[in-house]
Each structure stands twice: as C-alpha cells, then as structure tokens.
C-alpha cells in the first residue's frame, strides 16, 4: 500500500486490492490508535503488525492475527554523549547557559507545539525542534515557533544523535491520540543518549 496512516481511504485501498486478488491474504501495519476501525470488518486483515500490546488488544476484533513488534534504538549509534555540552551545542543554541529543550518530529498543531513556543517565550531555556523532513510543516504552526524564538530545523540531520546529546530535555508534548504514533521512536532515541 503507499505511505498513509490508518486512514479511510487507506482501508478503501485494502477493500480494493482484496477483492482485485481474492487469494491473497492481506496485512496491515498499525502504529496509532486509529478511530476507524470498524472498517477493517468487511476486510478482515489475516495480520496486523502492532507497535504495542495496547495497540493489539484495541485491534484484536478486526482481524485474524496480531503480533506486537516494539520499536528499537541503533545503541551503538543513540549513546550518552562523549562531547562536552558546549561543544555539541555549536551552531545549535547561543552559548548563554541556558537549558537546551528538544524536540524532533512533524510540525502539526495536533502535536501541540505551542507549549514549546511558550516554553521559549519565558525566556529560561533555548528550544531547538527538528521538523521532519516525511511531512511538510504547517505553515501556522511553524510561524508561532518562530516567532516565539525557538529554532526550527527543516533539514534532514544524519547525525541526529548528537542532538539529543547536547539537549538537557527532550519535550514531547503530543496529548492527542492522533498526533503521534503510539510509541514514538524519537523519545526512544533521546533516552538511549542518557537525556
């Protein structure tokens, strides 16, 4: 299937390549809670890949199988930092002795990232987010971070790592079922590096 999330049309698409191919046996991959999962019933996927046991238990009456796969680190690559902070901060965050707060992923109102406009706001902490390169950004939310004084990245960062090394916290302020996958992989990174 192309890249979407559990969506309506997305459960349209394996209605549709079910019916085109009878024998196959189809699969889905679920990494949210999604609300519309009444519709798997005129699927009825064979398996489902889950990212957590609460994700299997909500989807366990749509289909036939469910296996819960958790999401992992690299922990070679996600370690505690061997740098010093001021040195991983370089070109990140003024050398001002403030607090770095963190935060990678879609920038989406659904993610409430307004609390980390506020958090720069109070002026106490510098805050670096790392938009995701998967999604486009929402242009709103996107000008109320910057406006705000937080520093938005909108570049792929192959050494994302360090990162999170140089941060004190790593925010993740998502409170909508929606707005996040249900174990997100960059809070599993930010811990790895000793955050």
């Keep these: 299937m192309p890249y979407s999330g559990f969506t309506t049309a997305s459960t349209v698409r394996l209605a549709v390549l079910s019916l085109s191919v009878p024998s196959a046996r189809a699969a889905i991959v679920v990494l949210q809670a999604a609300p519309r999962l009444r519709a798997l019933r005129f ?60 935060h990678v992923g879609h920038v989406r109102t659904s993610r409430n990232l307004d609390s980390l406009a506020e958090i720069a706001r109070c002026g106490r902490a510098n805050v670096v987010v790392v938009a995701s390169t998967a999604t486009p950004a929402e242009h709103d939310t996107l000008v109320t971070l ?12 192959p050494d994302i790592e360090r990162l999170y090394q140089a941060a004190d916290v790593y925010v993740f302020p998502v409170v909508d079922d929606q707005g996040a996958i249900e174990v997100p992989l960059t809070v599993l990174e930010a811990l790895a590096t000793g955050i």
């Design 43 to 102: 699927v009825r996927p064979a398996l489902a890949l889950v990212a957590s046991q609460r994700l299997a238990d909500h989807i366990r009456p749509f289909v036939e199988r469910q296996f819960v796969i958790p999401p992992v680190v690299d922990s070679e690559r996600f370690t505690p930092g061997r740098e010093s902070k001021v040195e991983l901060r370089e070109g990140l965050a003024p050398a001002d002795g403030k607090p770095l707060v963190v």
């Design 146 to 157: 910057r406006r705000s004084g937080v520093t938005v990245l909108q570049r792929y960062l």
